[in-house]
């Protein structure tokens, strides 16, 4: 999987980086880096786009999801870990769906 967007940041966003570190052990510095969305593979099985108030460009793909999820930027850490908990139960439920097709 990849995550990517259309804007550059300059680092992934600290309270993510932090909170994915204390619940999950993930260390996501290690493993990921801010990226536009040009830099994706070109054979695409399925998108995600989150909501957050932004609009997606178009991607070829087999499937496309919007999960409509608001953007947890500068929240308290509790609202931040609703919406990790929520996109963890999206993953784990089109996991299910793809491994049952």
């Keep these: 999987s990849f995550s990517a967007g259309t804007q550059l940041k300059d680092r992934i966003n600290p309270d993510a980086v932090r909170l994915m570190k204390e619940l999950y052990g993930i260390d996501m510095e290690k493993t990921q880096r801010p990226k536009l969305l040009k830099e994706l593979p070109p054979d695409i099985d399925v998108v ?3 909501g957050c108030d932004v609009e ?7 499937r496309r999801e919007d999960w409509g999820l608001d953007d947890p930027t500068g929240k308290p850490d509790d609202e931040f870990i609703a919406i990790i908990k929520e996109i963890e139960s999206k993953i784990q439920s ?3 769906e793809l491994s049952a097709s």
């Design 56 to 62: 997606c460009p178009y991607l070829p793909s087999k």
């Design 94 to 96: 089109l996991k299910a």
């Design 48 to 50: 995600i786009t989150m």
